[in-house]
């Protein structure tokens, strides 16, 4: 059965039984409203008389039996319960020794909208008072017992919390509640009324420690009847205790967790007044685990004040209930324990204990018209425990972990019992772990989550460098990823859940680990915990080597650059640290700062430390050529020399070219990009004219001889790629006439590839001036075929309008190309007339979007349409 339901019947049974009782309709109509309610007097109590208007609540009491309430009281109301009151009603309820007292209630529902219905819900919740006549002899003056809003929840979705007013019929006459209704205290979903006072007939006030049954009626009715069987000797205690308390309606010193703590000595004993019918205790479970019945131990062997053992009770789940009765009174029985047969076995998430009957302890009184419950307010009934029996009962810890091989329905069921049972089944799961098979192993690891920390991250730091271990080597690139292991995975996570606390376990494994398990925790401790992985990486460096080096060092560098490692990291460039550790490792750390070098107090003075020593070896001055480029941009001067000098001294031309890969994002050093573009060796000019190539596209200011100087690498230099290169740069660079003219220059290059970078620069230069070279190369039919797209493409850029029938020629040709030649001279013109854009472009372009037409070639017929219009018409 759902909650709503059990809430709705709950709703119906007991808050509103007493009321239909009492009046006709919910709602009633106007005019009955303010017509006056009449309570007569009764034994004790003077009669009481009510009227609901335009002005409000008028009460008065009189002594005798003729009221009205003309002269009475106007009792105050809230501002947002005035618009109400045209839909309130007034209901008499008679109490148990025939008291009287009035309920009132305003639903929001039964109002238009207005200020009361925006801010509490429109349809939802009433206000109620509680209105009683004096007892006789007390005054004149109408009791307000209690008034409020109901059926109003406040708090966050789960810890919702309502007032409620219940109205409970008895033999004679009824009780009346008001409590609270809780999301985070039911019983097993079933609203449950906690925290309740009661109006007390003899004083006509709200006592407080009310107990009240909130399993409704008809279903305790319908529950399966269940005898418990006293247990001649203990039963063993399980070595798993599956039911977890999680709220009680009440609890004697807020012990309710004590139930079923498996200590005999202490307990559970409900904190209301007389029996405590209905108090409860919620417990979660495991729905995998069966249940088939529940062993019982009512007194502690502690002292319990006033303790009394319950005679019936009710088990709970949220589908079923079953109500057991006890065949003694199990508070004379020391240490009686009892089992309970359920019927059939059930699997719930959640069981509820919930009181019914009790026994009376000893020179307690037994309360008339409560089927002979105990009265007294010192009697607290009490239970010392409750275990679940289960098929598992008598397995210990090491037997339930070798019960999860398979993953079957068995083996879950043992996992959960497992993951309820403390550190000793962790233990037991850690142990067991690798003689299980790979379903066992993944229902065991679940188990070792449930442990702190603490315990989890030695298993799984190991089993991280177990897997990492035994994990095939990478592949090429081009190879497909294998398939991710599961436990290395779960590992993973668990680490990183753990964070900063797996830090001293990571940092071992970095120190002595294998080679492959040294760079799997490598990248964890970077990830989970920066400030200690760069000391720890640092140190694991000094002996590594080849590829361990390597994925060390790229550990280091994402360690180095988080916000977290910021202090370490300041700490480590310090020159009395950093010069206490072997050059190579200093190296790393200043490379592994990167771009973020320059920020870093100390930088600089580490960076010199290194650079100024006597006679650098070439690893060395290769190496600081980064780390040069990163202080330079933030402003260090030595740093900008450093690397200047290098550009245009070093003996070595692998430190020159380096030195040029690394100054391009260094505007100071454009001038010496420039010169080191006629280096004599080639490698280094390729790698500087590159450089001001990136420059240039970045938007930097280049020096004035920089076009001159890279038309005469594009006009003589004997290599076809610096050739290439120059033409790319002079593209990236603003337009000018000189270049523009090199470039056309280039067209005459022996060299497809010079050619081809020509037309991109021409293109990109939108040089209207050349066109015709520009044209002459697209229509050339025994130019290179690259050649060709490219010069198609650079007439796109120039909106050469001229051509446009020439590009729709060679598109319509793509669709059945002869070769490879037709199919990109095809993609190079639907990209010059989407670029241009005719007005008649979709009729030129039709026959490309039928069927017939490739998947491809449509597709970019289609783009070519859409394409945004870059000339103008």
């Known amino acids: 059965m759902s909650r709503s339901r059990f809430r709705s019947r709950w709703l119906r049974t007991s808050v509103t039984a007493g009321v239909v009782a009492a009046a006709s309709t919910w709602l009633g109509n106007a005019a009955a409203q303010v017509a006056p309610v009449v309570l007569p007097h009764a034994a004790g109590q003077q009669a009481l008389a009510v009227r609901i208007d335009a002005g409000g609540i008028t009460a008065r009491a009189c002594p005798a039996a003729a009221c009205a309430p003309d002269g009475g009281k106007v009792l105050a109301v809230a501002p947002e319960v005035a618009p109400l009151l045209g839909g309130a009603r007034v209901v008499p309820v008679t109490l148990a020794d025939g008291k009287r007292l009035a309920k009132i209630e305003a639903p929001v529902a039964a109002t238009p909208a207005g200020a009361a219905a925006t801010a509490l819900g429109a349809g939802g919740g009433s206000w109620v008072m509680l209105l009683a006549a004096p007892l006789a002899g007390k005054g004149t003056e109408p009791i307000v017992l209690w008034s409020g809003w109901t059926g109003v929840s406040t708090g966050e979705h789960g810890e919702g919390r309502s007032d409620a007013v219940v109205v409970e019929p008895l033999g004679s006459g009824s ?58 000797a203990d039963a063993a205690a399980p070595a798993f205790r599956l039911l977890r308390p999680t709220a009680a309606s009440s609890a004697v010193g807020k012990r309710f967790a004590e139930i079923a703590d498996g200590d005999p000595k202490t307990s559970w004993s409900e904190g209301k007044v007389g029996a405590g019918r209905g108090e409860f205790v919620s417990l979660s479970s495991a729905d995998e685990v069966g249940i088939t019945g529940l062993g019982l131990r009512i007194k502690p062997t502690e002292v319990v004040e006033g303790g009394a053992a319950p005679r019936t009770l009710f088990v709970a789940t949220p589908e079923r209930l079953f109500q057991v009765s006890l065949p003694e009174d199990a508070w004379l029985k020391e240490t009686a324990g009892y089992e309970v047969k359920l019927p059939e076995e059930i699997r719930a998430s959640c069981i509820a204990v919930v009181l019914d009957d009790a026994y009376a302890p000893r020179g307690a009184p037994a309360g008339a018209g409560d089927r002979g419950a105990p009265s007294g307010p010192e009697v607290r009934v009490t239970i010392a425990e409750i275990t679940a029996r289960t098929a598992f009962d008598g397995q210990g810890p090491a037997a339930l972990v070798g019960a999860l091989a398979g993953g079957g329905e068995r083996a879950r069921a043992a996992a959960a019992l497992l993951a309820r049972s403390g550190p000793e089944a962790v233990e037991a799961a850690i142990a067991g772990y690798d003689k299980l098979d790979p379903a066992g192993r993944q229902l065991a690891a679940g188990v070792i989550d449930t442990a702190p920390c603490a315990v989890q991250i030695p298993f799984f730091t190991a089993r991280l460098a177990s897997g990492a271990a035994a994990a095939p080597p990478r592949r090429a690139s081009r190879a497909a990823p294998p398939e991710p292991d599961p436990e290395l995975h779960h590992a993973r996570d668990r680490i990183r859940r753990c964070g900063r606390a797996a830090a001293p376990a990571l940092a071992g494994i970095v120190k002595g680990g294998a080679a492959a398990a040294r760079v799997a925790a490598a990248r964890e401790l970077a990830l989970v915990a920066p400030a200690e992985a760069i000391p720890a990486l640092l140190d694991a460096l000094a002996g590594a080597r080849g590829a361990t080096r390597r994925e060390l060092r790229a550990a280091l560098a994402l360690a180095a650059r988080s916000e977290r490692a910021a202090d370490v990291v300041e700490e480590e460039v310090q020159l009395d640290r950093l010069r206490a550790r072997p050059e190579e490792a200093q190296l790393d750390l200043l490379r592994a700062l990167g771009p973020s070098l320059g920020r870093v107090k100390g930088g600089g003075a580490a960076f010199q430390a290194l650079a100024s020593a006597a006679s650098a070896p070439f690893e060395r001055r290769y190496l600081l050529q980064a780390p040069a480029a990163a202080l330079a941009r933030a402003g260090e001067a030595p740093a900008e020399a450093y690397l200047r000098a290098s550009l245009r001294k070093d003996a070595d031309a692998h430190v020159r070219l380096r030195a040029a890969e690394v100054a391009a994002d260094v505007p100071a ?172 472009l979709p009729a030129r372009l039709k026959p490309l979007l039928d069927k017939d037409t490739p998947h491809g070639l449509r597709e970019t017929a289609r783009a070519a349409l859409s394409a945004a219009p870059q000339c103008r018409r």
């Open 669 to 840: 050093l454009a001038p010496d990009l420039l010169a080191a573009a006629s280096d004599p060796e080639v490698r280094v000019r390729e790698a500087a004219i590159v450089a001001l190539s990136r420059a240039a596209s970045a938007g930097a200011k280049l020096p004035a001889g920089a076009p001159a100087a890279l038309a005469a690498r594009l006009a003589s230099d004997p290599w076809t790629f610096i050739r290439g290169s120059a033409a790319l740069a002079i593209g990236a660079m603003p337009a000018a006439p000189a270049g523009d003219r090199a470039l056309v220059g280039a067209l005459a290059d022996s060299a497809p590839e010079v050619r081809r970078s020509a037309l991109d620069g021409l293109g990109a230069h939108r040089a209207v001036a050349h066109i015709e070279a520009v044209r002459d190369r697209a229509e050339d039919k025994e130019e290179d075929v690259e050649v060709r797209a490219r010069a198609i493409l650079a007439l796109g850029a120039m909106c050469d309008a001229s051509s446009v029938d020439l590009w729709t020629r060679l598109a319509l040709r793509a669709k059945a190309p002869m070769g490879e030649r037709d199919q990109r001279l095809g993609s190079a013109a639907l990209a010059a007339l989407g670029a241009v854009h005719p007005a008649d």
């Open 175 to 232: 009780r009346v509640l008001v409590g609270q209704l809780r999301d985070d205290v039911t019983i097993c979903g079933r609203p449950a009324l906690v925290g309740a006072s009661e109006v007390d007939p003899r004083t006509m006030t709200l006592l407080k420690g009310a107990s009240f049954q909130n399993l409704p009626l008809e279903e305790r009715r319908a529950a399966s009847k269940v005898a418990a069987e006293r247990r001649e």
